[in-house]
């Protein structure tokens, strides 16, 4: 996951924000309770979601204690309370995380690839425990990636199919959901919200992918080269769109809870706000306070 979910600020009331940031804190904690300090590193915006997403079905509560940490050693910050959520939050991050690393790896050339693979040494002990803890999401990422770079080595122009096995990946970690109609609910969410993640870190690649010869199904599919012509522009926009109008559409099947109006403004408002950026050349991945400061 790349950062792309987040909360639109300017649209977003102080106490659902504080919300947000309250899992935002738990799931650090939490990521460095069960997998190791260093785990906090891969922390982001996107790996908040998938927690909030999960949280509503357990129910965390939205108040919690208040911690101090390395980042915010002299102020405390409030803290989402420990919970099954965050730890299936927090292994499934993990797990995504360190496939993510060893497919870069085997992308790229060896000294290209010494960052990822020096990574990937350093988080294989926190990944075998989030693989014991979830071995068949393990399973299931494993198999994803693998379905992804059989179609990356044929150099596949289809971008339905390279983006359904990135969002078959997503999907997956609705699976430990013990409810078996919110699961449902759940994984199709995903499923929309991961092919939507991979064709904007798609479009957000294909010039740095131009230039290095890495395969981006963009340049596969449309001959115009990386600046793309508006006929693909508006081909990818139209299609992009339909997948946050179909998570949207799954999102209004879940009953509400105390998580429902920070849902609600990721996905009606941070994500095509991020849509907007992407598709404008004008994300800013380093940016934490949402799409518009």
Same mark, same amino acid.
């Given at each position: 996951?790349?950062?792309?979910?987040?909360?639109?600020?300017?649209?977003?009331?102080?106490?659902?924000?504080?919300?947000?940031?309250?899992?935002?804190?738990?799931?650090?904690?939490?990521?460095?309770?069960?997998?190791?300090?260093?785990?906090?590193?891969?922390?982001?915006?996107?790996?908040?979601?998938? &927690?909030? #997403? /999960?949280? *509503? $079905?357990?129910?965390?509560?939205?108040?919690?204690?208040?911690? @101090?940490?390395?980042?915010?050693? =002299?102020?405390?910050?409030?803290?989402?309370?420990?919970?099954?959520?965050?730890?299936?939050?927090?292994?499934?991050?993990?797990?995504?995380?360190?496939?993510?690393?060893?497919?870069?790896?085997?992308?790229?050339?060896?000294?290209?690839?010494?960052?990822?693979?020096?990574?990937?040494?350093?988080?294989?002990?926190?990944?075998?425990?989030?693989?014991?803890?979830?071995?068949?999401?393990?399973?299931?990422?494993?198999?994803?990636?693998?379905?992804?770079?059989?179609?990356?080595?044929?150099?596949?122009?289809?971008?339905?199919?390279?983006?359904?096995?990135? &969002?078959? #990946? /997503?999907? *997956? $970690?609705?699976?430990?959901?013990?409810?078996?109609?919110?699961? @449902?609910?759940?994984?199709?969410? =995903?499923?929309?919200?991961?092919?939507?993640?991979?064709?904007?870190?798609?479009?957000?690649?294909?010039?740095?992918?131009?230039?290095?010869?890495?395969?981006?199904?963009?340049?596969?599919?449309?001959?115009?080269?990386?600046?793309?012509?508006?006929?693909?522009?508006?081909?990818?926009?139209?299609?992009?769109?339909?997948?946050?109008?179909?998570?949207?559409?799954?999102?209004?099947?879940?009953?509400?809870?105390?998580?429902?109006?920070?849902?609600?403004?990721?996905?009606?408002?941070?994500?095509?706000?991020?849509?907007?950026?992407?598709?404008?050349?004008?994300?800013?991945?380093?940016?934490?306070?949402?799409?518009?400061?």
């Amino acid at each position: 996951m790349f950062g792309y979910i987040r909360p639109f600020r300017d649209e977003l009331k102080m106490r659902d924000f504080d919300r947000f940031r309250s899992a935002y804190c738990g799931l650090c904690h939490t990521m460095g309770r069960r997998c190791g300090p260093l785990s906090r590193l891969l922390l982001n915006y996107d790996f908040t979601f998938l &927690a909030i #997403l /999960l949280s *509503a $079905a357990c129910e965390i509560p939205c108040r919690g204690t208040c911690r @101090r940490c390395v980042v915010h050693p =002299l102020q405390r910050r409030g803290c989402s309370e420990p919970s099954q959520a965050l730890d299936l939050a927090a292994d499934e991050s993990m797990i995504l995380a360190w496939w993510k690393l060893r497919d870069n790896v085997q992308d790229k050339a060896f000294f290209k690839g010494l960052p990822d693979r020096f990574g990937a040494a350093l988080l294989r002990r926190a990944y075998r425990r989030a693989a014991r803890n979830r071995p068949e999401f393990d399973a299931m990422t494993q198999q994803c990636l693998d379905d992804l770079r059989v179609l990356e080595q044929a150099r596949s122009p289809s971008l339905d199919r390279t983006a359904d096995a990135s &969002a078959r #990946l /997503l999907a *997956a $970690a609705a699976r430990s959901v013990p409810d078996e109609n919110r699961m @449902r609910v759940l994984e199709q969410l =995903l499923y929309h919200v991961g092919r939507w993640i991979y064709l904007a870190d798609a479009f957000h690649d294909r010039k740095k992918d131009a230039e290095s010869g890495a395969y981006n199904p963009l340049l596969c599919c449309f001959p115009e080269g990386p600046d793309l012509g508006p006929e693909a522009r508006e081909r990818l926009e139209l299609t992009m769109t339909h997948s946050l109008n179909l998570a949207g559409s799954a999102f209004s099947l879940l009953p509400e809870g105390p998580w429902s109006p920070v849902l609600e403004n990721i996905l009606f408002l941070g994500m095509p706000a991020a849509q907007t950026a992407v598709l404008a050349d004008a994300w800013n991945p380093g940016r934490r306070r949402g799409v518009r400061e």
